[in-house]
T-cell receptor, first 117, second 113 residues
């Protein structure tokens, strides 16, 4: 059955290293979201793509974070350089953009648990 | 701007007892409201949503929620808790044009035998 996949599921790295997280949205979905979950801040929206174009990345620290969609089947979130405060679970979600007054569900991936030492 | 407040970060219920999770929202436009559940080490799963129409919405696993505009609330209930309901529950709000979700802080539910 169709689901959002994320790799890696777990990542431990040292401060200063580059981290790349990948997401494969459900085939046919044209909207991709990146969320970050921490104990202190809860779930925060980092970035939001529609038809591969970034629509809102206001939640993302611009100096070290970047999000892209090289093609419709792949979304990436990069952190360079990583810092201990980036330790969190990063979720990708995909869905169909709202149309005709109807809201379409976002489907979440299992997340990437990042630990920066 | 939209925001969500979930009252109570932890709720403990006995198996078979009523589950009541409270959610209040603020929104400058008609809101779309959601409850998601997160089991340990998993992503979020949609329990139910309110978009338009009937204000009492039923979801999966026996949960339901009622949209009360006058109270700006969207509380989640389940008549009889099961052990499998132990999880974290998130209330969220969205507006149609963006589709992005604003989440509450979450409520951890513990079910005791």
């Amino acid at each position: 059955d169709a689901r959002v996949t994320q790799t890696p599921r777990h990542k431990v790295t040292e401060m200063g290293q580059e981290v790349t997280m990948r997401c494969q949205p459900i085939l046919g979905h044209n909207t991709v979201f990146w969320y970050r979950q921490t104990m202190m801040q809860g779930l925060e929206l980092l970035a939001y793509f529609r038809n591969r174009a970034p629509l809102d990345d206001s939640g993302m620290p611009k100096d070290r974070f970047s999000a892209e969609m090289p093609d419709a089947t792949l979304a990436t979130l990069k952190i360079q350089p990583s810092e201990p405060r980036d330790s969190a679970v990063y979720f990708c979600a995909s869905g169909l953009a709202p149309t005709s007054g109807l809201y379409n569900e976002q489907f979440f991936g299992p997340g990437t648990r990042l630990t920066v030492l | 701007a939209q925001s969500v407040t979930q009252l109570g970060s932890h709720v403990s219920v006995s198996e078979g007892a009523l589950v009541l999770l409270r959610c209040n929202y603020s929104s400058s436009v008609p809101p779309y409201l959601f409850w998601y559940v997160q089991y340990p080490n998993q992503g979020l799963q949609l329990l139910l949503k309110y978009t338009t129409g009937a204000t009492l919405v039923k979801g999966i696993n026996g949960f339901e929620a009622e949209f009360k505009k006058s109270e700006t609330s969207f509380h989640l209930t389940k008549p009889s808790a099961h052990m499998s309901d132990a999880a974290e529950y998130f209330c969220a709000v969205s507006d149609l044009s963006w589709g992005k979700l604003q989440f509450g802080a979450g409520t951890q539910v513990v079910v005791t035998p």
